[in-house]
């Protein structure tokens, strides 16, 4: 159970390319911060390579205010990179996630602390409403995270995203994985711990674009189903048998037709089929190897995780510059 006196909530928000909204994202959760009670609250913002104005204005509110806190990385190193290294540079009891796009509500914060004070160790937000998003993207998420929990060995929560609040022992727990593809709830599914959910209505985006078109979210649903089960290599078997088993009648076809009848060269386009289809299953086994593979090959470079050029509100001893699997320590 944790206790009141002298918490500590740090609040991370990745962000890329959010200038038109990041002004309003501060303002509200500033107001959360100053209306909560025996909490002292920490904003990391982790600025993700954003290309326009969105670490000049992180840069002037930090300087208005010593609750602000900017990580700034040298590159664009995705959502989930970013995610990472505020957990890492986080000093909180507890840890918040939270976009800067304003469809997560900050206003919700306050019951995910009152749920972790009475004792659990993640705080996950369920939308039950998603205002602004379209039918396809509706469907295509609903769909998602319904085919993942059939394949993931892990249960996962249906219609979740990475708003919610972790533990100290949660976020300790994440900063011990090193793992480069990173699908961060499947990976606090893993880790266990005390877990509730906290229904909430998701908001259209404040202003600005979508920064997941359709490409990124297929390879985030890639990562997400890759790093959490095996079962596409053991489909991949299936899917080989199954191709066997009907080359082998394809070839007891072809024999039976040249021995029990002068029929010798029709067949030809049976034969395409076959031919085809063995062709195509190979392709997919083989790729569905290649994409494993090339996580084993991404995990042994063992480059460090993610790079920042600056860092901005934290003292010499919280700032972080890297991570990798050898320097995981603050």
Not at 65 to 88: E, K, M, P, Y
Not at 230 to 256: E, N
Request: glycine share 8%.
């Amino acid at each position: 159970m944790v206790t009141l006196t002298e918490e500590i909530l740090s609040i991370v928000i990745p962000c890329y390319n959010e200038e038109e909204v990041i002004a309003e994202t501060i303002n509200r959760l500033l107001s959360v911060c100053d209306a909560g009670k025996g909490c002292n609250f920490e904003l990391i913002f982790v600025d993700d390579g954003s290309r326009d104005r969105t670490r000049e204005l992180l840069r002037t509110f930090a300087e208005k205010d010593s609750r602000i806190r900017v990580i700034g990385f040298a590159r664009n190193f995705g959502h989930q990179i970013a995610v990472t290294a505020g957990i890492d540079a986080a000093r909180g009891d507890a840890v918040v996630l939270i976009d800067a796009d304003l469809q997560d509500p900050p206003e919700v914060i306050p019951d995910m602390i009152s749920k972790w004070r009475e004792g659990f160790d993640v705080v996950y937000g369920i939308r039950t409403e998603r205002a602004g998003e379209s039918r396809f993207k509706l469907a295509t998420a609903r769909t998602f995270y319904r085919v993942l929990n059939k394949l993931s060995d892990v249960p996962i929560p249906l219609d979740t995203g990475d708003f919610r609040l972790l533990s100290r022992a949660v976020a300790d727990t994440l900063r011990a994985m090193p793992e480069r593809d990173r699908f961060l709830r499947g990976m606090v599914s893993w880790a266990g711990f005390r877990q509730t959910a906290l229904p909430y209505k998701r908001s259209g985006r404040f202003a600005g674009k979508s920064k997941y078109p359709l490409r990124k979210m297929l390879h985030f649903a890639i990562d997400g189903i890759l790093s959490f089960s095996t079962k596409p290599l053991q489909m991949s078997i299936g899917l080989g048998m199954i191709a066997a088993t009907i080359a082998l009648i394809g070839i007891i076809y072809a024999i039976a037709l040249r021995l029990f009848t002068n029929i010798w060269v029709e067949g030809w386009t049976a034969l395409m089929i076959a031919v085809l289809f063995l062709g195509g299953a190979q392709l997919l086994c083989v790729g569905i190897l290649g994409e494993y593979i090339g996580r084993i090959y991404n995990e042994m470079k063992k480059r460090p995780m993610y790079v920042t050029d600056e860092y901005i509100g934290f003292t010499q001893k919280g700032a972080v510059f890297s991570r990798s699997p050898e320097r995981t320590e603050q």
